[in-house]
């Protein structure tokens, strides 16, 4: 069995800095074939999980192609190092930034209170040294500076710039603003904070490669200043079996939009959910079971 679990440098170096990347998932041409595929579904199949879904959430959940990237092993090893062995996926999203495109707020999140009338949507029952959730971010097109590559700001995992129990001075304003029609910044915890963008690590990507970040470390994107180059991702958004999902939620409020809960479940990626706190499923809503991945480290670094 192959092993693509983090080395001890790349694990010192992810929690020193709160992100690891980039490392190739998909060989490039697999990833733009890969695409076309994701991006036909998303154009003509309309979401089985939620009735509106205008920001592709938990499409893992009925398009078999994203429902085979959330237990790849080149993905879940790395995650074992750092989390242990028994994981759970709780959220996917799809991206695309197009021309013209701002670049997305700086910003950094624990139990995403923030986007759900300040209600947890993650509740953990274990501290943990790398927080709530681990992203894997996957670039699905060449990524650069000029067209909204990732961000991260290293070391700012280490404390709380934002505070997601505040509430956003402004109404939704999509046009004008670079955070799902918000300003993340009035959520800070000190307004007179400013990142410093000098520190800041461009992800610069290409396509397959992936990069691993605790939603703890502020991150954001570069806007799309080309005019000819859509920038498309995916991410995967893990938790550990002991973080309560959803909790006491049958729907959930999620950047403006309400999302009914009744078909959502989360899905074990990785060991065993010896908790019991969420509804799970072995298959997507097309029938299609998931794989889970083999432990290959049975305890987080």
């Not at 959330?70 to 994981?87: A, E, F, R, V």
């Not at 274990?126 to 709530?132: A, E, L, N, P």
């Amino acid at each position: 069995m192959e092993n693509f679990k983090l080395t001890e440098d790349e694990l010192a170096s992810f929690y020193k800095n709160g992100f690891f990347g980039p490392f190739k998932v998909f060989e490039k041409d697999e990833a733009l074939e890969k695409w076309k595929k994701i991006r036909k579904s998303l154009m003509l199949e309309k979401s089985k999980v939620y009735e509106i879904n205008k920001f592709h959430y938990d499409r893992h959940l009925d398009i078999d192609l994203i429902s085979e990237n959330i237990t790849n092993p080149k993905i879940i090893h790395k995650l074992q190092s750092i989390m242990g062995p028994d994981i759970l996926c709780w959220r996917t999203e799809v991206f695309s930034k197009a021309p013209g495109a701002k670049g997305t707020e700086w910003h950094q999140v624990e139990d995403f209170s923030y986007a759900n009338n300040n209600s947890p949507q993650l509740i953990p029952t274990v501290k943990t040294r790398w927080g709530i959730v681990l992203t894997v971010w996957i670039a699905f097109s060449k990524t650069t500076k000029e067209n909204g590559c990732m961000k991260f700001l290293p070391g700012s995992h280490e404390k709380m710039y934002f505070d997601e129990s505040k509430k956003f001075e402004k109404k939704i304003d999509m046009e004008t603003t670079g955070f799902y029609g918000y300003e993340f910044a009035d959520l800070k915890y000190d307004p007179s904070w400013r990142p410093d963008e000098e520190a800041a690590v461009l992800m610069e990507m290409e396509p397959g490669e992936a990069v691993i970040f605790t939603t703890k470390c502020v991150h954001g994107s570069t806007p799309n200043i080309t005019k000819d180059s859509t920038r498309y991702s995916t991410n995967i958004r893990y938790v550990s079996c002991s973080t309560k999902i959803f909790p006491g939620l049958t729907e959930v409020c999620d950047h403006g939009e309400k999302y009914d809960l009744e078909k959502y479940r989360s899905v074990l990626v990785s060991g065993q959910d010896n908790y019991g706190f969420n509804r799970l499923t072995t298959e997507n809503l097309n029938g299609r079971k998931f794989d889970v991945s083999e432990v290959v480290i049975n305890h987080p670094a």
